[in-house]
């Protein structure tokens, strides 16, 4: 009787013994997951925080990744895209731009770039004075990297008369086969300043009103 119940003790302490190895086991793993969750975590925040750190003016990965998208949407993907009139672009990672209908040239649709990526176009109602064939200019005249050239050109004259302007839109307008690019004046608090710059967004002048 005796041995039987050392041998029953002995069972169960095996036993208790196995189970706790085996819950410490279970602890060590989760720690681990958790960890490695706590990391990539970290990692994707700092991922993206670093991207948003960078203006997209500057942004030429992003700006790239855009233009290409729009390249390859279905509608254009092989065709050549021409922009009409314009093209905006807003510090929080949007464009608007309208584009001649790859299939009817006398229509124009709005297309909107955020949250990277493109929507649905939009129809855009024109008249019959709206002649489009001469407002509309190829996207390889605009490559989007070029407005970044018009931010850091932008950018530097701000620093050099101190001006306090922050939220910056840049635009290009396109009229008599010419490319503008806006805006075209800068203050501080003394003086206005008009600025110009050539096509690919590089600066052209830039003097006191």
Request: aromatic share 14%.
């Amino acid at each position: 009787m005796k041995k039987f119940t050392y041998i029953f003790l002995f069972s169960c302490s095996v036993i208790s013994i196995f189970n706790s190895c085996k819950q410490f086991k279970n602890t060590i793993t989760d720690t681990l997951t958790e960890k490695k969750s706590s990391i990539e975590s970290i990692d994707s925040l700092s991922t993206n925080n670093e991207e948003k750190e960078i203006p997209f003016f500057n942004n030429l990965e992003v700006l790239n990744q855009a233009e290409n998208s729009l390249k390859n949407l279905p509608e254009f993907k092989g065709k050549s895209i021409f922009i009409y009139k314009s093209i905006y672009f807003y510090t929080n990672y949007r464009i608007i731009l309208k584009l001649q209908n790859p299939d009817n040239p006398l229509f124009v649709d709005e297309y909107k770039y955020e949250n990277g990526k493109w929507g649905e176009p939009s129809p855009i109602r024109l008249s019959k004075n709206d002649d489009v064939q001469s407002n509309v200019i190829n996207l390889n005249r605009i490559p989007f990297r070029n407005v970044s050239n018009v931010y850091n050109a932008l950018l530097k004259k701000q620093k050099e008369i101190n001006s306090k302007a922050s939220d910056i839109t840049i635009d290009a307008q396109y009229y008599n086969n010419k490319i503008n690019w806006y805006p075209t004046r800068i203050s501080n608090e003394r003086y206005e300043y008009e600025i110009r710059f050539n096509e690919d967004g590089t600066l052209e002048s830039f003097e006191m009103l």
